[in-house]
């Protein structure tokens, strides 16, 4: 702003017009959730009606968990409108990240 000012200040000084201020402007980013089985009866118009634009939605974790809500969700979001997406809750300590991964894509995971 400060620099503006002086360059408004600068211009005038030389005779010409002044330069206004330009107000910066505001982004807005797109919202949204992180869905897992702890949320099993999502009502996905009404997410979509709070301008919720996406939904990250757990399928897997570790090993040996598949999420028993994922495919009614990830539908579910798709129906209503949203961007969608599937998650992996890793466990580091139990397998390695290849073995997880290769978990996450047999059961769901996109």
Known sequence: MKYLVSLALALAVAGATPVTPVTPVKHVYPQGIDVSSYQPNVNWATVKKNDIAFAYIKATE?????????DSQYTGAAKAGLIRGGYHFAHPNVSS??????YFIAHGGQ
Do not use: D, E, L, V
Request: aromatic fraction near 14%.
């Open 97 to 102: 990240g290849a073995i997880q991964a290769k």
């Open 62 to 70: 570790g090993t040996s968990y598949i999420s028993p809500t994922f």
